[in-house]
């Protein structure tokens, strides 16, 4: 059972520079997220999904798009990567039931990005 | 409304205990508590769902006090593996808003 896998596990980017961040879990969870953590500031929701084709915003959505065509798959674009971006980004997954804060999120190992 | 955790940074000695505390400016619909080890990712340690719902995990446990809108985290007879940073994360009653988490609590435990 791999839980939550995230691809790649370091990237550096230039400025401008477009690129997919990659999650998939395979634990049947319908609802899934991406969160950016930053030094001292926690963990920030980025963009949430509740199943397949429903997605919406968290707190810091600019310049960030996801898709959900699969249970399984939860991709994170960057269109135009900033310096602002340089982060460490976590996908959670959890069960959804009646409301998803009813159950534990499953992180995956984190994408460690870089912008310069 | 990111809820607010103290200690910022504890240290402590194998053996000892440690109280970690989450606050919220909003009434609450849940709490849930996370560590998280240098270089990992954050892993789920327990969930709180009704006003005065205490929790236990090995030697950790934790309350949650709707009332003052506050949930605490107790770690027991510390042991060097408890080392890293708590995270708690709220859901805010009423609200439409996702889990919020704070800015976490970093343990350290010493030999």
């Known amino acids: 059972n791999a839980g939550v896998t995230q691809t790649p596990k370091f990237q550096v980017l230039k400025t401008g520079q477009s690129m997919t961040l990659q999650c998939a879990q395979d634990?049947?969870?319908?609802?899934m997220s991406w969160y950016r953590q930053d030094p001292g500031m926690g963990l920030r929701l980025i963009h949430y999904s509740v199943g397949a084709g429903i997605t919406d915003q968290g707190e810091v959505p600019n310049g960030y798009n996801v898709s959900r065509s699969t249970t399984e798959d939860f991709p994170l674009r960057l269109l135009s990567a900033a310096p602002s971006q340089t982060s460490v980004y976590f996908c959670?997954?959890?069960?959804?039931?009646?409301?998803?804060?009813?159950?534990?999120?499953?992180f995956g190992s984190g994408t460690r990005l870089t912008v310069v | 409304q990111q809820p607010v955790q103290s200690p910022q940074a504890v240290i402590l000695r194998e053996g000892e205990d440690a109280v970690i505390n989450c606050s919220s400016s909003?009434?609450?619909?849940?709490v849930h508590w996370y560590r998280q080890k240098h270089g990992e990712a954050p892993v789920f340690l327990m969930i709180?769902?009704?006003?005065?719902e205490q929790k236990g995990h090995d030697k950790i446990s934790a309350s949650f006090n709707e009332k003052k809108q506050q949930s605490s985290l107790y770690l027991t007879a510390s042991q060097l593996s408890y080392s890293g940073t708590y995270f708690c994360g709220t859901k805010e009653r009423g609200s439409a808003r996702q889990l919020t988490f704070g800015s976490g609590t970093q343990l350290t435990v010493l030999p």
């Open positions: 634990m049947n969870h319908e609802y």
């Open positions: 709180l769902l009704k006003g005065g």
């Open positions: 909003k009434a609450l619909y849940s």
């Open positions: 959670a997954s959890s069960y959804l039931g009646r409301t998803q804060f009813n159950y534990g999120y499953t």
